[in-house]
């Protein structure tokens, strides 16, 4: 070990003594002004001229992209909420036009995927199964139900270009179930007022976590706005605040676990030579009637019957029975997306399982990745940003948050599923309808009926109530089939939901 001379130790010793008595220089303060374009305009909008083709018929139609203010009780603006608003240009009785108020979901996502990949004017460009393709951008939108309908897509807070504009202001106002839901009605009234819509049948739509938010509103409209719609859209929904602890929710997982199997060629050739809708039905019952009740026995159910139960569901997921009697009958959603093509070695998606990745390990209890995800916002991100700015003309040096921070939320008292079955029941005007994609393993398409049958345990508003099921996962409209059956059920929703002039609303 060399030896450090006694003296320059001691130089040493007396510089970093000097150095730590000395305080901490403190940051200078930045006191240039921010620059304008990276703040919202919270009461602005930029308007354009646009048409599209939707069935052959040329439809000219205004495009309006900005901000409308949240409010204190002062009246001062705390947020701006984004938004982008479609209106036909040709149709001047607003009173029998339908207006569609758009959400997505997240939490914290903006209506991004709705809009440029659903029912507006524009599309980004996929192909045929929604995969990315180079260039990116955006096309017409020939299936787009602007022809029946304007369209209002709103950004919540923190969500694309909707911003928090009042330090004081604390992100757990917005942020939560129920926060959000009473937020958003206010907007919806004066958006509603300043657009000159009260007289206008509306609707809402809304897509994954957008569903639990859509049907609170459809009851905080009711009663704290004093707005009553014609219908809700639910697509690919959450579970709505409706209770499903233990074996019921362990068992539904299975027909989604199937339907995946099959699209994926790993069933016997009994199941795969059958058309899907033609299959599910067996693994449907075989859930309520025998895989839920096998499960609430726990551990005290009969070995011989564990065996043959394990048997049954291995023959419908593809997994082996092995790894469910392993797990004991109870396959998480994370286990199956590793498993059932490991010996491929791929993984599958969980909002779209027909997407497949490739992980580090073969081996393990989840995959790297969400493989839908990370292509969904290959293609979203870039074809949004150059919409907004080339054709819709809005410019700002703002980020448009694809995912925003609105964390902590504030999950609890959510009774979403109840709040939509108050509003049906006191609106004989308000009717439901239910899209759900098969190789959805987020809100899986069985965990949706479910909600739907346990909604009104009455069996009264069932009338009002439809389920519909595609050949693709939570977006179902990327698959450009599904898009165009998609939106011709809605389009017939919608117009089936409009009461003929005069029909009042009784029962």
Known sequence: MKKIPTSLAFICFITSAAMAQQPAASPSKNTNPITKSRILQVDSAVVTKHTVTIKGKLIPYTASAGSIPIWDEEGRPVAGVFYTYYERNDISDKSTRPLVISFNGGHGTPSVWMEIGYTGPRRLNVDNEGYPVQPYGIEENNNSILDVADIVYIDPVNTGYSRIVDKETPGSKFFGVNEDIKYLAEWINTFVTRKNRWASPKFLIGESYGTTRASGLALELQNAQWMYLNGVVLVSPTDLGIERNGPVQEALKLPYFAATAWYHGMLAP?????????????????????????MARGGFIDEAQKKDIAAKMAKYSGISEQVILGNNLDVSYDLFWKELLREKGFTIGRLDSRYKGIDKQAYGNSPDYNAELTAWLHEFTPAMNIYLRNELNYKTDLKYNMFGNVWPWDNKNDHTGENLRQAIAQNPYLHLLIQSGYFDGACDYFNAKYSLWQLDPSGRLKDRLKWEGYKSGH?????KEDLAVAAENLRKFIRESVPKPGTPAKY
């Open 270 to 294: 009994e199941y795969r030579q059958k058309e899907l809708t033609a299959f599910l039905p067996e693994v449907e019952n075989f859930t309520i009637n025998e895989l839920i009740p096998a």
């Open 475 to 479: 977006m179902m409209y990327l698959r």
